[in-house]
Protein backbone atom coordinates (compact mmCIF):
# COMPACT_ATOMS: atom_id res chain seq x y z
CA UNK A 1 0.00 0.00 0.00
CA UNK A 2 0.91 3.50 -0.31
CA UNK A 3 2.13 5.19 2.54
CA UNK A 4 1.70 8.77 1.08
CA UNK A 5 -1.88 10.64 1.04
CA UNK A 6 -2.42 13.23 -1.48
CA UNK A 7 -5.57 15.63 -2.23
CA UNK A 8 -7.35 14.11 -5.10
CA UNK A 9 -7.08 16.97 -7.13
CA UNK A 10 -6.30 20.50 -7.33
CA UNK A 11 -6.39 23.56 -9.56
CA UNK A 12 -4.10 26.41 -10.53
CA UNK A 13 -4.15 29.40 -12.30
CA UNK A 14 -1.73 29.26 -15.41
CA UNK A 15 1.40 31.14 -14.54
CA UNK A 16 0.82 31.39 -10.81
CA UNK A 17 3.08 28.42 -9.26
CA UNK A 18 2.00 25.15 -7.92
CA UNK A 19 1.93 24.29 -4.60
CA UNK A 20 1.08 20.29 -4.38
CA UNK A 21 0.81 19.20 -0.51
CA UNK A 22 1.81 14.61 0.76
CA UNK A 23 1.66 13.43 4.09
CA UNK A 24 4.19 10.82 4.74
CA UNK A 25 3.44 10.56 8.79
CA UNK A 26 5.09 6.83 8.77
CA UNK A 27 8.09 7.43 6.61
CA UNK A 28 11.37 6.32 7.78
CA UNK A 29 14.52 7.36 8.48
CA UNK A 30 16.31 5.98 4.71
CA UNK A 31 13.17 6.59 2.62
CA UNK A 32 13.40 9.12 0.50
CA UNK A 33 10.74 11.42 -1.00
CA UNK A 34 9.70 11.01 -5.08
CA UNK A 35 7.43 13.25 -7.26
CA UNK A 36 6.56 11.70 -10.61
CA UNK A 37 3.86 12.93 -12.89
CA UNK A 38 1.70 11.27 -15.33
CA UNK A 39 0.07 13.05 -18.12
CA UNK A 40 -2.81 11.69 -19.68
CA UNK A 41 -2.33 9.15 -22.30
CA UNK A 42 1.62 9.52 -21.35
CA UNK A 43 3.80 7.46 -19.03
CA UNK A 44 5.01 8.57 -15.63
CA UNK A 45 7.61 11.38 -15.47
CA UNK A 46 10.28 11.40 -12.97
CA UNK A 47 9.99 14.81 -11.36
CA UNK A 48 12.44 15.35 -8.31
CA UNK A 49 13.64 13.28 -5.15
CA UNK A 50 15.02 14.19 -1.98
CA UNK A 51 15.50 12.79 1.61
CA UNK A 52 15.62 15.82 4.31
CA UNK A 53 17.34 18.97 2.47
CA UNK A 54 14.98 21.04 0.23
CA UNK A 55 15.55 19.79 -3.44
CA UNK A 56 15.54 22.14 -6.17
CA UNK A 57 15.92 21.17 -10.13
CA UNK A 58 15.05 22.36 -13.62
CA UNK A 59 11.51 21.11 -13.52
CA UNK A 60 10.57 22.02 -9.37
CA UNK A 61 11.66 21.97 -5.89
CA UNK A 62 10.95 20.14 -3.47
CA UNK A 63 10.23 21.34 0.37
CA UNK A 64 10.39 18.40 3.09
CA UNK A 65 9.40 19.71 6.75
CA UNK A 66 11.61 19.11 9.09
CA UNK A 67 10.09 16.37 11.20
CA UNK A 68 9.65 14.68 7.51
CA UNK A 69 6.25 14.23 7.54
CA UNK A 70 5.20 15.93 4.75
CA UNK A 71 6.12 17.34 1.80
CA UNK A 72 5.37 19.80 -1.06
CA UNK A 73 5.65 20.04 -4.36
CA UNK A 74 6.31 23.46 -6.33
CA UNK A 75 5.73 24.21 -10.04
CA UNK A 76 6.65 27.76 -9.71
CA UNK A 77 4.99 29.05 -12.85
CA UNK A 78 2.35 26.89 -14.20
CA UNK A 79 1.27 25.99 -17.35
CA UNK A 80 -1.51 24.26 -19.37
CA UNK A 81 1.20 21.29 -20.10
CA UNK A 82 1.75 20.87 -16.05
CA UNK A 83 -1.86 19.44 -16.02
CA UNK A 84 -1.16 15.83 -15.14
CA UNK A 85 -1.63 13.35 -12.12
CA UNK A 86 0.99 13.98 -9.53
CA UNK A 87 2.10 11.18 -7.85
CA UNK A 88 4.08 11.63 -4.00
CA UNK A 89 5.77 8.05 -3.21
CA UNK A 90 8.40 7.34 -0.88
CA UNK A 91 10.62 4.74 -1.07
CA UNK A 92 13.85 3.17 0.91
CA UNK A 93 17.23 4.07 -0.14
CA UNK A 94 19.11 0.71 -0.78
CA UNK A 95 16.15 -1.33 -1.69
CA UNK A 96 15.06 -2.25 -5.08
CA UNK A 97 12.97 0.61 -7.39
CA UNK A 98 10.17 -0.93 -6.05
CA UNK A 99 7.64 2.24 -6.61
CA UNK A 100 4.28 2.32 -5.10
CA UNK A 101 1.90 4.33 -6.27
CA UNK A 102 -0.81 6.10 -4.68
CA UNK A 103 -3.84 7.95 -6.26
CA UNK A 104 -1.99 11.10 -6.95
CA UNK A 105 -3.41 14.74 -7.26
CA UNK A 106 -5.11 15.53 -10.35
CA UNK A 107 -3.65 19.17 -11.07
CA UNK A 108 -5.56 21.22 -13.34
CA UNK A 109 -3.72 24.37 -14.85
CA UNK A 110 -6.71 27.19 -15.70
CA UNK A 111 -5.91 29.55 -18.64
CA UNK B 1 15.03 8.55 -30.21
CA UNK B 2 12.32 7.09 -27.84
CA UNK B 3 14.52 5.95 -24.76
CA UNK B 4 11.65 3.46 -23.46
CA UNK B 5 10.02 2.08 -26.42
CA UNK B 6 6.77 -0.08 -26.00
CA UNK B 7 5.43 -1.86 -28.61
CA UNK B 8 2.48 -2.53 -29.87
CA UNK B 9 0.76 0.58 -28.36
CA UNK B 10 -2.41 -0.88 -28.37
CA UNK B 11 -3.46 -4.52 -28.60
CA UNK B 12 -6.99 -5.65 -28.83
CA UNK B 13 -7.53 -9.25 -29.00
CA UNK B 14 -9.91 -11.94 -27.59
CA UNK B 15 -10.07 -14.11 -24.37
CA UNK B 16 -7.55 -17.24 -24.44
CA UNK B 17 -5.57 -15.80 -26.43
CA UNK B 18 -1.57 -15.62 -26.33
CA UNK B 19 0.24 -11.92 -26.57
CA UNK B 20 3.62 -10.61 -26.51
CA UNK B 21 4.28 -6.83 -25.48
CA UNK B 22 7.58 -6.14 -26.51
CA UNK B 23 9.93 -3.16 -24.58
CA UNK B 24 13.77 -1.52 -25.12
CA UNK B 25 15.87 0.94 -23.80
CA UNK B 26 18.31 2.69 -25.55
CA UNK B 27 19.56 4.41 -22.52
CA UNK B 28 22.06 1.89 -21.62
CA UNK B 29 20.54 0.84 -18.20
CA UNK B 30 21.12 -2.40 -16.66
CA UNK B 31 17.49 -2.94 -15.03
CA UNK B 32 13.70 -2.59 -16.13
CA UNK B 33 10.38 -3.16 -15.23
CA UNK B 34 6.17 -4.18 -16.46
CA UNK B 35 3.98 -1.99 -14.12
CA UNK B 36 -0.04 -2.33 -14.64
CA UNK B 37 -1.93 0.42 -14.49
CA UNK B 38 -6.00 -0.90 -14.53
CA UNK B 39 -8.97 1.06 -15.23
CA UNK B 40 -8.75 2.89 -11.48
CA UNK B 41 -5.56 4.32 -13.03
CA UNK B 42 -3.68 2.27 -10.18
CA UNK B 43 -0.15 1.93 -11.26
CA UNK B 44 1.11 -1.19 -9.63
CA UNK B 45 4.69 -3.24 -10.52
CA UNK B 46 4.69 -6.83 -11.78
CA UNK B 47 8.55 -7.57 -12.33
CA UNK B 48 12.01 -6.21 -12.78
CA UNK B 49 14.80 -7.63 -14.17
CA UNK B 50 18.47 -6.25 -13.29
CA UNK B 51 21.01 -7.38 -15.87
CA UNK B 52 18.79 -10.11 -17.10
CA UNK B 53 17.92 -11.73 -13.38
CA UNK B 54 14.70 -11.56 -12.18
CA UNK B 55 14.67 -8.94 -8.74
CA UNK B 56 10.93 -7.76 -8.45
CA UNK B 57 8.12 -10.94 -8.60
CA UNK B 58 5.22 -9.54 -7.45
CA UNK B 59 2.17 -11.39 -7.01
CA UNK B 60 0.88 -11.90 -10.76
CA UNK B 61 -0.72 -14.76 -12.49
CA UNK B 62 2.08 -17.21 -13.79
CA UNK B 63 0.24 -16.60 -17.54
CA UNK B 64 2.43 -13.49 -17.54
CA UNK B 65 6.10 -14.41 -18.02
CA UNK B 66 8.79 -11.63 -18.28
CA UNK B 67 11.45 -12.51 -20.73
CA UNK B 68 14.71 -10.54 -21.15
CA UNK B 69 16.85 -11.41 -23.48
CA UNK B 70 19.50 -8.82 -22.99
CA UNK B 71 19.83 -5.83 -20.63
CA UNK B 72 18.31 -3.86 -23.43
CA UNK B 73 14.93 -5.84 -23.57
CA UNK B 74 12.36 -6.46 -21.26
CA UNK B 75 9.15 -8.48 -23.11
CA UNK B 76 6.09 -9.43 -21.45
CA UNK B 77 4.58 -12.23 -22.69
CA UNK B 78 0.41 -13.32 -21.57
CA UNK B 79 -0.84 -16.59 -22.17
CA UNK B 80 -4.75 -17.46 -21.96
CA UNK B 81 -5.56 -13.42 -21.57
CA UNK B 82 -8.82 -13.04 -19.74
CA UNK B 83 -11.12 -9.99 -19.64
CA UNK B 84 -9.64 -8.87 -16.16
CA UNK B 85 -6.28 -8.08 -17.97
CA UNK B 86 -7.34 -5.12 -20.08
CA UNK B 87 -5.33 -2.21 -19.00
CA UNK B 88 -2.13 -0.45 -19.84
CA UNK B 89 1.18 -1.72 -19.30
CA UNK B 90 4.10 0.68 -18.38
CA UNK B 91 7.43 -1.03 -19.08
CA UNK B 92 10.42 1.62 -17.51
CA UNK B 93 14.10 1.30 -16.64
CA UNK B 94 16.30 2.85 -14.56
CA UNK B 95 20.25 2.81 -14.35
CA UNK B 96 20.73 0.33 -11.59
CA UNK B 97 17.75 -1.23 -9.22
CA UNK B 98 19.24 -2.80 -6.11
CA UNK B 99 21.30 -0.15 -4.22
CA UNK B 100 20.63 2.99 -5.55
CA UNK B 101 18.00 6.22 -5.83
CA UNK B 102 17.79 6.23 -9.42
CA UNK B 103 15.08 7.56 -11.53
CA UNK B 104 12.71 5.70 -13.40
CA UNK B 105 12.17 6.07 -17.28
CA UNK B 106 8.78 5.05 -18.34
CA UNK B 107 7.48 4.15 -21.71
CA UNK B 108 4.61 5.03 -23.14
CA UNK B 109 2.46 2.19 -22.63
CA UNK B 110 1.00 -0.44 -24.13
CA UNK B 111 -2.95 -0.38 -23.99
CA UNK B 112 -4.24 -4.04 -23.76
CA UNK B 113 -7.83 -4.74 -24.48
CA UNK B 114 -9.43 -7.86 -23.82
CA UNK B 115 -12.46 -9.25 -25.54
Known amino acids: DAKTTQPTSMDCAEGRAANLPCNHSTISGNEYVYWYRQIHSQGPQYIIH???NNETNEMASLIITEDRKSSTLILPHATLRDTAVYYCIVRAGGATNKLIFGTGTLLAVQP | DTAVSQTPKYLVTQMGNDKSIKCEQNLGHDTMYWYKQDSKKFLKIMFS???????INETVPNRFSPKSPDKAHLNLHINSLELGDSAVYFCASSRQGRTTNEKLFFGSGTQLSVL
Open chain 2, 49 to 55: YNNKELI
Open chain 1, 50 to 52: GLK
